[in-house]
């Protein structure tokens, strides 16, 4: 079983995905904490972006891993160090590197390979996982995705500036969205769904309906 849930920064892919993954005990695989991850090594290891040696060399001497819901970058736990401002900032223009994503999209495929997973990201529905038995793409209003960004950094103990957060999340949505490689897109055959205005359950009872309609992702 592999389902695919696709969508911007915020539209609230993780927080479904991870209750979907329990309620139906499925692997949860969050692709969005792999590129964290390989930018907090570019950010640590001060690796310039721009050029290709190092990329290579890079992605050469990294592993990324998933073990029960932790990130490992190298065999060390980074899954706390992922949601920093810093990282927030740069992941997108790390993950529109050719070679990054080559690797990772790779790396996704080894995963759901022998395995049922949910995984969530940007490009499952379109490129991962293009034969997902369920596909699924969740928007949000910007403002609604910015209140969610806040609510996350207000817990996390970091101050914001409301419209700071709103600025960069439209970055980071235009740069997902105009990158050549794999950009966010809602695959044709993806279900929409804006959660503007659900609540977490109503979004993951949704989903659920769909899956035991039983109604496969098929044009
Ligand atoms: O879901 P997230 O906000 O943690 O994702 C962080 C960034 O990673 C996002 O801005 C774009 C990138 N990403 C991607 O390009 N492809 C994916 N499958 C998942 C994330």
Redesign the pocket.
Known sequence: MHIAIDGP?GSG??TVAKILAHKLNLTYID???M??AITLKIIWNKINPNDPNDIQNLMENTSISIRNNRVFLDNKDVSNKLRTPEVNKL??RV?KIKKIRQHMVKLQKEMARNNNVIMD????ATRVLPDADFKFFLTASLEERAKRRAKDLKKAGYVYDFGQIKKEIEA?DKM?MKRRESPLRRAKDAVLIDTTNKSIQEVVDEILSHIKGGKKSVL
């Not at 990201?121 to 499952?124: E, L, N, T």
């Open positions: 920064a892919k993780s692709t969005g904490a590129y964290r992941v997108s993950s990201g940007r490009d499952i980071r997902d």
